[in-house]
């Protein structure tokens, strides 16, 4: 069965002549512990998708079922789960962590939210659990993120985004902001800490080789279609779609020239 699949969703955004189809009619599914590369230009569509996965924007119409639970049939206790059973990795992390907070209690902010009842000892070890899920030194624990660098910053988001032992997370754009040398290494945690939590993906991503390092399928999206979908390496060697030719060209002629 799959974690999370998605059938027919729309999303418009204005009204009349300023009107934008953001997503029109996406279907997809996501297997429990794989990977969904969701891929396609600026302005497709991805993350507005990304947002009505989480139950943080609500869809115009179409099916969101996670686990055989569809999203429509939630109460608000329901809705309060699915929230706790989802999160999101951002692109910039620095602009994703409060720069008041130390790092610490960013990671243990979802418990606050979402697992109220826990006792603070439990707090303190899941949040030191989830440092260690994502490499991190626990003696960052006490520190502010403005004193860390873009790939530590990285997994204090990534440690933030596990705190809650989530079956489905969004990836929007996980490694755009890191340097290459420390791009590899994010990604080999993000994949790592999968393969411990049987954790699902949703990757957003413009960067082919993350989506290689990731993704078992994907999905091309172009003005919010997907124009094509199915394994990437099949994907990858034979796109069908004219529109998939063209966006791993143009990838393929960015790598010559760098
Ligand atoms: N809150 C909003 N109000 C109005 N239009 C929006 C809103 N959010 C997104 N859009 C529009 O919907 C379309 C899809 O946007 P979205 O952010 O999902 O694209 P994206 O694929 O994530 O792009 P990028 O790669 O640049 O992040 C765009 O045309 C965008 O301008
Ligand atoms: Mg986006």
Wanted: charged share 25%; glycine share 8%.
């Amino acid at each position: 069965m799959s974690r999370l699949e998605v059938q027919r969703l729309h999303k418009i955004y204005g009204r009349g002549d300023r009107s934008v189809k953001a997503v029109d009619d996406v279907s997809f599914s996501v297997a429990a512990g794989s990977t969904l590369g969701l891929i396609g230009e600026s302005g497709s569509g991805k993350s507005t998708l990304g947002r009505i996965c989480l139950g943080a924007e609500a869809a115009d119409s179409g099916r969101i079922v996670m686990d055989g639970v569809d999203f429509a049939s939630l109460d608000k206790a329901g809705l309060a789960r699915w929230r706790r059973r989802s999160s999101i990795v951002l692109q910039e992390p620095e602009l994703a962590l409060n720069p008041r907070r130390t790092v610490g209690q960013s990671v243990s902010e979802p418990l606050d939210v979402h697992f109220k009842d826990m006792s603070k000892a439990d707090r303190r070890a899941r949040g030191e659990q989830a440092f260690e899920l994502a490499h991190l030194s626990p003696a960052l624990w006490n520190r502010y993120p403005a004193e860390l660098s873009g790939g530590q910053q990285q997994r204090v988001g990534i440690a933030r985004a596990m705190v809650t032992e989530p079956e489905f997370v969004v990836l929007d754009e996980p490694t755009a902001s890191l340097d290459l040398s420390v791009r590899s290494r994010i990604l080999d945690t993000l994949c790592e800490v999968q393969e411990a939590m049987n954790v699902s993906y949703l990757l957003i991503t413009h960067d082919m080789s993350t989506v290689s390092a990731l993704a078992s399928d994907v999905a091309v999206l172009f003005r919010g279609r997907v124009v094509e979908a199915g394994p990437w390496r099949s994907v990858r060697r034979n796109p069908q779609n004219r529109y998939t030719r063209q966006l791993l060209s143009a990838v393929l002629t960015v790598d010559r020239s760098t």
